[in-house]
């Protein structure tokens, strides 16, 4: 299979339905459930559920309704002030939306969801950015990108849920794949700082219905990230879908990723993808 650039993730049509899943969810779970802890670390699924219902709130009103967003003070010098700004701002509201009840946050989350996904889908597909995409590395993105991000979101905080709630995963693998194809794409920032000749590569092969195969390969200025594969790549990881999302959201357990994910060749090439992640935090 020959190398092609890759094209861009339309994931308009996903949060609709992605969305109907979690209120379905939502509205059968006992008040007992939503106290359970999850993998986001100290934050139980109640607290993920209202992280859920701040971004879909903040999209609506930052994107569609250009309120602005409010403004560090004084503005983060380096990636670190900027992770802190955003911990305070997801903490402000999971502190706060511990004074709802589960039926609250589901109906909010319902009207909530409903006019982001209308938005969304009439957005034109050359929209422009909110924001740019920081865990890949950019000063601006593509809107495509930027929506995308924002689906991931939607999805790989309801996968949390539902683990923690023993809920099957989401069914349908499109979905996944889009978040994967999304995710992916900071993989070339992730490795920004990996010594690799011009020309190595790094085949990524993720198994399951929404897998597919991917190379990394280190171009004369930098790595870049391209569908397919070639022969004789220098090292090769494989893992499932299911093992893929998990690695890249931080949602497996401490040192579990070694025994997930199958690697040959340069270890070199292979090990910065355990590190690698397609969150902010």
């Known amino acids: 299979m020959a190398l ?9 049509p996903y949060f609709r339905p992605v969305a109907r899943e979690l209120v379905a969810l939502l509205r059968g779970l006992p008040d007992t459930a939503w106290e359970r802890p999850t993998v986001a670390g100290g934050w139980r699924v109640r607290d993920v559920v209202a992280h859920i219902l701040d971004g879909t709130l903040r999209r609506v009103s930052f994107h569609r309704d250009r309120h602005p967003p409010p403004a560090p003070e004084p ?37 909530a969801s409903r006019a982001l996904a209308d938005f969304v889908e009439a957005l034109p597909a050359d929209a422009p950015a909110l924001f740019p995409v920081s865990w890949a590395g950019e000063a601006s993105s593509e809107g495509w990108f930027d929506i995308g991000r924002e689906f991931t979101e939607q999805w790989h905080h309801q996968a949390q849920v539902r683990d923690a709630v023993g809920a099957p995963p989401l069914g349908d693998p499109r979905w996944l794949h889009a978040v994967l194809l ?60 299911d093992s893929a999302w998990r690695l890249l959201f931080n949602a497996l357990p401490p040192g579990s990723a070694d025994a997930l994910v199958s690697r040959s060749g340069e270890p070199a090439l292979s090990a910065p993808l355990l590190r690698a992640r397609s969150v902010i935090v």
């Open 75 to 111: 503005p983060p010098r380096g990636e670190r002030e900027f992770v802190a700004f955003i911990n305070g701002l997801n903490g402000q509201w999971v502190e706060a939306a511990r004074r709802l009840s589960p039926r609250v946050m589901t109906e909010m989350y319902e009207l």
């Open 182 to 241: 999304i995710a992916l794409r900071g993989l070339p920032h992730a490795y920004r700082d990996a010594p690799a000749a011009t020309g190595k590569s790094l085949a990524i092969e993720v198994t399951g219905a929404a897998g597919g195969v991917w190379t990394l390969r280190r171009d004369e200025d930098r790595f870049r990230l391209w569908a397919g594969q070639e022969e004789g790549e220098s090292a090769r990881v494989t893992m499932s879908d």
């Open 4 to 12: 092609a650039p890759l094209l861009p993730t339309d994931t308009r």
